[in-house]
T-cell receptor, first 113, second 113 residues
Framework: SQELEQSPQSLIVQEGKNLTINCTSSKTLYGLYWYKQKYGEGLIFLMMLQKGGEEKSHEKITAKLDEKKQQSSLHITASQPSHAGIYLCGAVRGGTSYGKLTFGQGTILTVHP | DGGITQSPKYLFRKEGQNVTLSCEQNLNHDAMYWYRQDPGQGLRLIYYSQIVNDFQKGDIAEGYSVSREKKESFPLTVTSAQKNPTAFYLC????????????FGPGTRLLVL
């Protein structure tokens, strides 16, 4: 089974709606990254969370890290078509110092105007 | 402009042929990585390099080879031993140390003829 599970696997929302994507780890989280990808393109870094309870925001995207639950959530407020794409979470593997990451399978977000 | 470039954007491989994917970065990063992305799956680590003239196998290294002769360059060769090479290949780089962010190139799509 996947070390990192993202849910939902896909999401279709109407423009202006709020949404949440979850990333749950089967192992202890030492750090969690969120990336966005347009189909056929590279990954764009959104934000990194390192401490339990940490919350970061960038424009209308907020991410939180719950260390106890070994889970992170990504919340988009008032979604826009520009938010559409694939969202991937990546977890830092324990004990390594050069940021080796394990990725979830991705969540495909579609935003209808 | 600082960044990571990958070439070519599309690559076609014939049966029994070795092909090389290029990855160059001008971010002065010590570490570089190669990932493979298949539909519905997250990224899987093929090889990574923490410093020039040194590299380690990732989770799915069989059928692949790399070199790291220059800090800026980390080419990936897909050998004929890789029986299922059709995938999207992503190169990334990061500074050294803990809590660093990996930045990604635009990717190369490899197709088998």
């Amino acid at each position: 089974s996947q070390e990192l599970e993202q849910s939902p696997q896909s999401l279709i929302v109407q423009e202006g709606k709020n949404l949440t994507i979850n990333c749950t780890s089967s192992k202890t989280l030492y750090g969690l990254y969120w990336y966005k990808q347009k189909y056929g393109e590279g990954l764009i870094f959104l934000m990194m969370l390192q401490k339990g309870g940490e919350e970061k925001s960038h424009e209308k995207i907020t991410a939180k890290l719950d260390e106890k639950k070994q889970q992170s959530s990504l919340h988009i407020t008032a979604s826009q078509p520009s938010h559409a794409g694939i969202y991937l979470c990546g977890a830092v593997r324990g004990g390594t110092s050069y940021g080796k990451l394990t990725f979830g399978q991705g969540t495909i977000l579609t935003v209808h105007p | 402009d600082g960044g990571i470039t990958q070439s070519p954007k599309y690559l076609f491989r014939k049966e029994g042929q070795n092909v090389t994917l290029s990855c160059e970065q001008n971010l002065n990063h010590d570490a570089m990585y190669w990932y493979r992305q298949d539909p519905g799956q997250g990224l899987r680590l093929i090889y990574y390099s923490q410093i020039v003239n040194d590299f380690q196998k990732g989770d799915i290294a069989e059928g692949y080879s790399v070199s790291r002769e220059k800090k800026e360059s980390f080419p990936l060769t897909v050998t004929s031993a890789q029986k299922n090479p059709t995938a999207f290949y992503l190169c990334a780089s990061s500074a050294s140390g803990t809590g660093v962010t990996q930045y990604f190139g635009p990717g190369t799509r490899l197709l088998v003829l």
